[in-house]
């Protein structure tokens, strides 16, 4: 018999260990468990919860990548050893001395994100006795690409731990979460140490360690710039390929369109919410272009700078494009309903923007717009069920008469 | 306890634990959230419920058999509200600096359900003894949990207790912060109170299943 009959004999041997659970999260994630359902009916198909969650890591590894090689671009060109790079396929992007930069930081992020994550998880499993759930392997990949890459490995521990226990176990575990955890991390940072997520010193590596020195470098974000009435200052065409800087891996608009096309090809991920969200997003920045343009308010107006800034081009700033793409569309938190999806990813979208305009202090207004639409989300389901209800009691009374 | 007799002596430690307003009734959770930013003004808070309610429970069960039912909750509310006036004028003078940072939340003690709450299923059905315990003991599982909430926040929030700096000076960098440790900027701001409270309630709920509800 070869190791995984070994591996089930070990399991039946020890079946009423407390550490059982830990055991089988390893196992399972190895082998198919031989368990058979005995009654009722039966659904075969291969896509169970862990080859779903694989398939949205798999559509995140290229953002990573880039977001490694994008590291160490943003703090070599801005220690002056390079020279801006032109176009995606530039050798001066795609160099080895970038990839180890970004290799030194965004490696310890990842590991720390998973082995904290998990730990959490396999002690709650232990505690209530139940199997680990794998929730967490989407959120360990994204908690890295949505944080600056000079975060303190500390804070980050501090945030996955509270984001696990607060974001998801208190309510029952994978499954039962009402936010989404990888955002409730982000946003825990975010409120909880501001100078480390916002500014100009977090978003290139050695920043902050040199601020207030003669070697200082700045690295603001294309948002932050805006935010304070500056010119972004960066081409729109390196704003598509995401060779600027900001958080790890949400930098590459282009990358994301590919995972997009990826989740959306292996139905993984609701195309609806997508398309709904950069609809609400398209809105929303028409509209601010209309009162920049209709003279409303001038250019001595604070918000100027944002709601003059082309509507389309919101979509490649920030990390409009990421959340909406791996993180609105968290088959959990979102709308479950058709209809609601269309309301959900619309007001996402469009409440995104609008933080992100009148909101300069709040410029990632995806993270806290998503957060707010999770809360809504079952009362839209609500409505929505709730109206088909209506509609089908009407047909009903229609055909009595 | 030598002093009370055993039935006397539940009225005190009942709401300490098992039946803790905040944490079991979740009455009171509007002040809670609002003054446990830092530990001093969540012990003035604490002594300053407790004078209310004890001394409004014995006034509301001293007058319990001439008030007329129709009523009641008006003549509960002017028990209350000159209970506070008192404690305001007294923290005006006295204390000037600690009234300023309580601000209204000393003059919204009128509002806190769990006095109401007393006063409306104790004090007009109990004598003027017992009421006057269950006051203090109600108080008291009022005061702990603000205790302990401004405790956590004013710890991890400020990196200070009572004012003084326990982890080192921040500034400076001496101390935790000589290490890179930083404040916790989340934990000053009210919805952290909320989910401070949160844990409390469910580390007490895990400990004595018999609390959870269906």
């Known amino acids: 018999m070869g190791l995984k009959q070994n591996l089930h004999n070990f399991k039946e041997k020890n079946k009423d260990k407390k550490w059982l659970p830990g055991f089988n999260a390893l196992f399972t994630f190895l082998y198919m468990p031989n368990e058979t359902t005995h009654n009722g009916t039966h659904i075969k198909a291969a896509d169970d919860l862990k080859r779903t969650m694989n398939t949205v890591i798999m559509a995140l590894v290229p953002c990573l990548i880039f977001g490694m090689f994008n590291a160490g671009y943003q703090h070599h060109l801005a220690l002056g050893d390079i020279t801006s790079a032109s176009g995606f396929i530039d050798p001066l992007f795609w160099s080895w001395d970038n990839l180890v930069v970004g290799l030194w930081k965004v490696l310890p992020l990842v590991i720390v994100s998973y082995g904290v994550g998990l730990a959490v998880e396999f002690v709650f499993a232990i505690i209530k006795g139940h199997e680990v759930e794998e929730g967490y392997l989407v959120t360990g990949m994204l908690v890295p690409l949505i944080v600056p890459i000079d975060i303190p490995l500390w804070m980050l521990t501090v945030a996955v731990i509270f984001g696990v226990v607060i974001g998801k176990e208190v309510f029952g575990g994978t499954g039962m979460n009402i936010l989404n955890p990888a955002l409730t991390i982000r946003a825990f940072l975010f409120f909880a140490y501001p100078t480390w997520m916002s500014g100009d010193k977090v978003w290139v590596h050695g920043a902050a360690e040199r601020a207030g020195t003669p070697d200082a470098i700045s690295g603001e974000t294309i948002l932050g710039s805006l935010a304070q009435n500056n010119p972004a200052g960066y081409d729109v065409m390196d704003m598509f390929y995401g060779i600027i800087p900001g958080s790890v891996g949400e930098t590459s608009t282009l990358l994301i369109l590919l995972g997009a096309l990826f989740l959306i090809f292996t139905k993984v991920g609701s195309w609806r919410i997508m398309v709904s969200a950069v609809l609400g997003a398209l809105v929303m920045g028409l509209i601010f272009n209309g009162v920049a343009s209709a003279g409303w308010i001038t250019e001595s107006s604070k918000f100027f700078g944002l709601m003059s800034t082309e509507f389309w081009q919101h979509l490649l ?15 959990v938190t979102a709308s479950q309903t058709n209809k609601g999806k269309w309301v959900y990813g619309f007001l996402i979208g469009f409440i995104s923007i609008m933080i992100r305009v009148f909101n300069p202090a709040y410029p990632e207004g995806v993270m806290l717009a998503i957060l707010l639409m999770n809360v809504f989300a079952p009362t839209i389901d609500h409505y929505v069920i709730q109206g088909n209800v209506k509609r089908r009691m009407k047909r009903v009374k229609v055909k009595a008469a | 306890m030598g002093l009370l007799s055993k039935k006397d002596s539940k009225l005190i430690m ?24 830092q530990l001093k003004p969540s012990i003035v808070m604490a002594i300053s419920v407790m004078f209310v309610m004890g001394v409004g429970n014995v006034v509301i069960s001293l007058m319990r058999n001439i008030i007329p039912s129709k009523i009641r909750i008006i003549v509960q509310l002017v ?18 600096s600690l ?20 006063f409306e299923a104790f004090a007009l059905a109990n004598g003027t003894w017992r009421s006057f315990l269950d006051g203090i003991g109600n108080a008291l599982g009022y005061g702990v949990i603000l205790i302990i909430v401004g405790f956590f926040r004013e710890l991890l929030g400020s990196g200070t207790l009572f004012g003084f700096k326990v982890l080192g000076d921040p500034v400076e960098k001496t101390g935790l912060y000589a290490i890179g440790y930083e404040n916790n900027g989340f934990m000053v701001l009210p919805p952290m109170a909320l989910i401070v409270v949160g844990i409390i309630i469910w580390v007490q709920r895990s400990r004595n299943k018999d609390l959870i509800e269906d």
Do not use: H, W
């Open chain 2, 99 to 118: 009234s300023k940072e309580l601000s209204v939340f000393i003059g919204l003690i009128i509002t806190n359900c769990i006095i109401m709450g007393r």
């Open chain 2, 14 to 37: 009942d709401p300490l634990a098992d039946n803790n307003p905040i944490t079991i009734q979740v009455l009171g959770i509007c002040s809670a959230l609002a003054i446990t930013a």
């Open chain 1, 317 to 331: 700033i920030g990390g409009l494009a990421f959340g909406i793409v791996y993180m609105a569309t968290d088959p």
């Open chain 2, 79 to 96: 028990v209350v509200a000159t209970l506070v006036i008192i404690v305001d004028q007294v923290l005006k003078a006295f204390a000037y």
